[in-house]
């Protein structure tokens, strides 16, 4: 009875899990569609794009450079990933456009905000 019963919980935790997975797949497919990029910056697909939730936002951070050695900055360009929590998003201070930042706003379901990084 445990076994059947430990198992009957991995199902449900393994469902949980693909329908947070198809969430933020469609979430992100969703702001990438409305997302029109500074006309300095570069072709969506050129960046690695992180997203996280804050709220009654969600940021992403889209970055040229990728650094395999530090996992804020791994993901190949082209790619992109859903941060578990905002605090753990790509920072960066300079850059100008290699770096766009953006937030979606979950209430009105809309970007308000695609900017380029200053430059130092």
Same mark, same amino acid.
């Given at each position: 009875?445990?076994?059947?019963?430990?198992? +009957?919980?991995?199902?449900? @935790?393994?469902?949980?899990?693909?329908?947070?997975?198809?969430? #933020?797949?469609?979430?992100?497919? @969703? /702001?990438?569609?409305?997302? =029109? +990029?500074?006309?300095?910056? !570069?072709? +969506?697909?050129?960046?690695? =794009?992180? #997203?996280?939730?804050?709220?009654?936002?969600?940021? !992403? %951070?889209? /970055?040229?450079?990728?650094?395999?050695?530090?996992?804020?900055?791994?993901?190949?360009?082209?790619?992109? =990933?859903? %941060?578990?929590?905002?605090?753990?998003?790509?920072?960066? +201070?300079?850059?100008?456009?290699?770096?766009?930042?953006? =937030? #979606?706003?979950?209430?009105?379901?809309?970007?308000?905000?695609?900017?380029?990084?200053?430059?130092?």
């Amino acid at each position: 009875m445990k076994v059947v019963f430990a198992i +009957l919980i991995a199902v449900v @935790l393994a469902a949980c899990s693909e329908k947070k997975s198809v969430s #933020y797949e469609s979430t992100m497919n @969703l /702001i990438e569609q409305q997302v =029109r +990029l500074p006309e300095e910056a !570069a072709p +969506l697909n050129q960046y690695a =794009r992180y #997203y996280a939730t804050d709220a009654d936002y969600i940021y !992403a %951070v889209y /970055i040229k450079t990728v650094d395999s050695a530090d996992p804020n900055f791994d993901l190949p360009v082209g790619q992109r =990933r859903w %941060v578990a929590d905002h605090l753990n998003l790509p920072a960066v +201070l300079d850059g100008g456009c290699s770096v766009v930042n953006v =937030r #979606y706003n979950r209430i009105t379901l809309k970007v308000d905000i695609p900017v380029c990084n200053g430059d130092a």
